[in-house]
């Protein structure tokens, strides 16, 4: 399924509608109606792409010195 925001250039109404891929837009959109004013100057508007928010990085970790490292349960510490 795709999502088209559409655009009627007759009235300047605009809305959207779902179609089962590009095809089916091209092979609907001439006898595709305007919900406000009924003519069929139907355009796809401009879209900006739905893209998923950017996941925050963690933190790096510090790297760790064994030889001077003051934390007792570091794993690298415990060999020293």
């Not at 795709?2 to 959207?16: K, R, S």
């Not at 739905?50 to 760790?64: M, T």
């Amino acid at each position: 399924m795709i999502h088209y925001d559409l655009h009627c250039t007759a009235c300047g109404h605009d809305f959207d509608d779902w179609f089962g891929n590009m095809a089916d837009w091209e092979a609907r959109k001439a006898d595709y109606a305007c919900p406000a004013c009924g003519t069929a100057r139907i355009e796809k508007a401009l879209m900006a792409p739905s893209l998923g928010a950017a996941k925050k990085a963690a933190a790096a970790e510090p790297a760790c010195n064994p030889a001077v490292c003051g934390n007792a349960s570091c794993p690298m510490a415990a060999g020293f």
